[in-house]
């Protein structure tokens, strides 16, 4: 009997301790591990799970320290809230690491562990921290720049923290190391409003005595050539010249502090990349490389003195979004001669990055390496999709072992046409990249049918080839822009694909910056002056839809707060062009990529009537509106909108409504428009829904366009 009760007592033992919550998945800002957290109140969030059904957080409780030292512990929390908790302890200090845990308690009163430490570092917390001025080589060329500088540090070192930015793009180095593991920084974001800037950790990059720091330029999105073929030449933002801007604050361990930061003291050069650019690519000369560049004790000798630019401070934003990264390397599946004698190497799937060339070579040799997509129809190398992108790498051998990769362009491809290697090519020679944006991976889906998990397949692949800071459209041609329509029609998908708050409250941003003075929101974010126009149905709609998609995929209500101002403009622009609640003005895609036929007599194709289009996202947008309004508080708001909506609907059923529920234009855009956006009388929606399936039916597919 002892033994039984024994047995009994482990048992339950066991069983309490099974049961127990567990806390993990902790998140500042949203980030797991964020560097450079410049929110004095940054928030806090985290996942709990249990092997029991049912089980909720009703309470937590929160520590963060300061190395050893506690700055904040809530006691213990009565909260079910495990997202977006604000940081409330001591005024938090700059370019400082936190630690923080947390454990909660469940619904039936059981209590976690402690989670595992996580943490964040602070960046730049106040104003003028900045003692950094811009600085740009003498003269300006095709070729990257490369900036650097010695310097000492006399004492033993605590922690070290460097901000970095530019006018193009950088990497930096330290001691012969690369700072951080981002590909295209600062990133892209609307450079006549906001430049970012990057924190890194670089303590342990750091020796006390002589050290170096050294940064490499190149065009990137700033000063490369953007827009189509049309409008080759244009220039986009202000600032002509390619520069950097960096600091690095040293704290020793005796508390005092040393910055080093970019001046006069500056010597700039050139090196190995010839020229670089967004669409063209970029050419490297290995046999120019500066070897030991960003090491102390470098001969820079012939290096020229750097001039010292006068810019404003003034929009230097901290990073709040996700670097850009390397995911994965593929290898090549193929080596194909063509119908023509081209070699070329398959990878066997479109991704978007850069190749890997590893190659012993002539002192002098040159090879190129063309990007394509696809074949065409005789097995040929096609790059006519490319318009007037040339999409290539040139790579000149400096006689040694080489190891090419492009720094400052991106390429989206599956095969690669390499030219100039004499004889067969050896595919061990060759890797590829696939970058995007950091974002985690959290939904996936399978089933029976391989063609859908394909379609699922093709659905992850393009968004890792169109997620690269920005949301584009296409990651491959003269054009890689952030096309508001083509971010919106794909939010949701996003969503349940990869974790992509971050990635878009910083897209969200320069969207409201771009938004005209009148509430009209550009068909491209980040905007290039005069590219495109703005205010167009369903592109513009982006300034709404994405923020309450938003709000309904995080439930994190201070995306409405961010983009209010934003959402207002947009709806309030939309009602002044709407005399009596109907939107019919303006010139618009409409339902861009609909079904269409060639010599159409029959009239096959499925032409959406565009002002029909138009009212259905007016009443959608004024919705979202009065429901965005409804979550911030904002009750007066809340009604007049829903009072707007009511009446676009009530337009809308005037104006493209048949009595036996036909729409003036019996397409299914139409339709599914009117069914969505929920614009018909009750009564009315059966009979569109069946005039729907007869379309659908009529014609054997989907006939729609992006909207």
Not at 258 to 274: F, M, N, P, Q
Not at 599 to 609: L, M
Not at 667 to 686: G, H, I, K, S, W
Request: include cysteine.
């Amino acid at each position: 009997m002892k033994r039984l009760f024994s047995l009994f007592v482990a048992l339950n033992f066991c069983l309490h301790v099974v049961a127990q919550p567990t806390v993990g998945s902790l998140r500042v800002n949203r980030m797991s591990e964020p560097q450079g957290v410049a929110d004095s109140r940054p928030m806090m969030s985290w996942i709990v799970e249990s092997t029991e059904r049912g089980v909720s957080q009703s309470a937590y409780e929160i520590e963060v320290y300061d190395g050893q030292r506690k700055v904040w512990d809530t006691g213990k929390v009565l909260s079910d809230c495990s997202t977006g908790v604000e940081y409330a302890g001591e005024a938090l200090r700059s370019g400082t690491r936190y630690a923080w845990q947390v454990r909660v308690w469940d619904n039936k009163g059981k209590v976690s562990k402690w989670s595992a430490r996580a943490g964040w570092l602070s960046g730049m917390l106040t104003e003028n921290e900045w003692r950094a001025k811009w600085i740009e080589p003498m003269q300006q060329s095709a070729e990257s720049p490369m900036l650097r500088r010695e310097f000492s540090l006399s004492k033993p070192i605590a922690s070290a923290v460097a901000y970095i930015t530019a006018h193009g793009m950088y990497e930096a180095e330290i001691n012969g190391r690369k700072v951080g593991n981002a590909h295209y920084a600062p990133g892209w974001t609307t450079y006549h409003s906001r430049l970012q800037y990057q924190a890194y950790d670089v303590t342990d990059m750091l020796v006390r005595g002589k050290n170096a720091v050294g940064i490499v330029l190149g065009r990137g999105w700033y000063h490369s050539v953007l827009g189509w073929a049309a409008d080759s030449g244009r220039t986009t933002y202000q600032i002509k010249n390619m520069g950097a801007l960096a600091q690095i604050v040293v704290t020793y361990k005796d508390g005092s502090q040393e910055v080093i930061a970019t001046d006069s003291e500056w010597r700039s050069a050139t090196g190995e990349i010839l020229m670089s650019t967004i669409y063209d690519g970029e050419t490297i000369d290995a046999r120019r490389a500066q070897k030991g560049w960003s090491v102390a004790g470098f001969d820079d000798g012939a290096w020229q003195k750097v001039r010292v630019a006068d810019y404003s401070l003034s929009d230097l934003v901290p990073t709040e979004s996700e670097p850009v990264v390397t995911h994965k390397i593929l290898k090549p599946v193929a080596v194909i001669t063509t119908p023509k004698g081209e070699k070329v190497l398959d990878f066997g799937q479109n991704l978007v990055g850069r190749e890997i060339f590893t190659y012993k070579g002539r002192a002098g040799q040159k090879i190129t390496i063309s990007h394509a997509e696809v074949l065409d129809e005789n097995g040929n190398f096609y790059t006519v999709n490319l318009r007037s992108a040339k999409a290539q790498s040139n790579y000149i051998c400096s006689g040694e072992q080489d190891r090419f990769e492009a720094k400052f362009t991106f390429y989206g491809f599956r095969y690669l046409k390499v030219e100039g290697i004499d004889g067969e090519l050896n595919p061990d020679n060759f890797q590829a990249a696939v970058i995007f944006s950091d974002i985690a991976e959290n939904g996936n889906f399978s089933s029976s049918n391989e063609k859908v998990n394909q379609l699922q397949s093709n659905i992850q692949w393009g968004l890792s080839g169109n997620f690269l800071d920005v949301p584009t459209d296409c990651p491959q041609r003269d054009e890689r822009l952030g096309w508001t329509g083509d971010a919106q029609v794909f939010f949701r998908t996003a969503t349940f694909n990869r974790d992509v708050q971050n990635f878009f409250r910083k897209w969200l941003k320069d969207l409201a910056l771009d938004q005209t003075e009148d509430g009209r929101v550009t068909d491209i974010v980040p905007n290039l002056n005069g590219l495109v126009g703005a205010g167009r149905v369903g592109w513009a709609d982006a300034a709404t839809i994405i923020p309450w998609q938003h709000y309904m995929a995080y439930g994190d209500k201070s995306i409405l707060e961010q983009q209010w101002e934003s959402m207002k403009a947009w709806v309030d622009y939309v009602i002044s062009q709407s005399p009596d609640y109907l939107w019919n003005t303006g010139w618009h895609y409409g339902d861009w990529l609909f079904y269409s036929v060639n010599n159409d007599n029959a009239g096959n194709s499925a032409v959406t009537y565009t002002p029909l289009v138009q009212q259905c996202f007016f009443a959608n947008s004024a919705t979202i509106m009065s429901k965005a309004a409804e979550v911030l508080g904002k009750d007066k708001d809340a009604a007049y909108y829903a009072e707007v909506a009511r009446k676009a609907k009530e337009a809308f059923c005037e104006n493209y409504l048949t009595p036996a529920g036909m729409l003036v234009s019996s397409t299914q855009t139409a339709y599914v428009l009117a069914l969505n956006f929920d614009m018909l009388p009750e009564n009315m929606r059966a009979k569109a829904a069946a005039h729907l399936a007869a379309n659908v039916e009529k014609y054997g597919h989907i006939t729609t366009g992006f909207l």
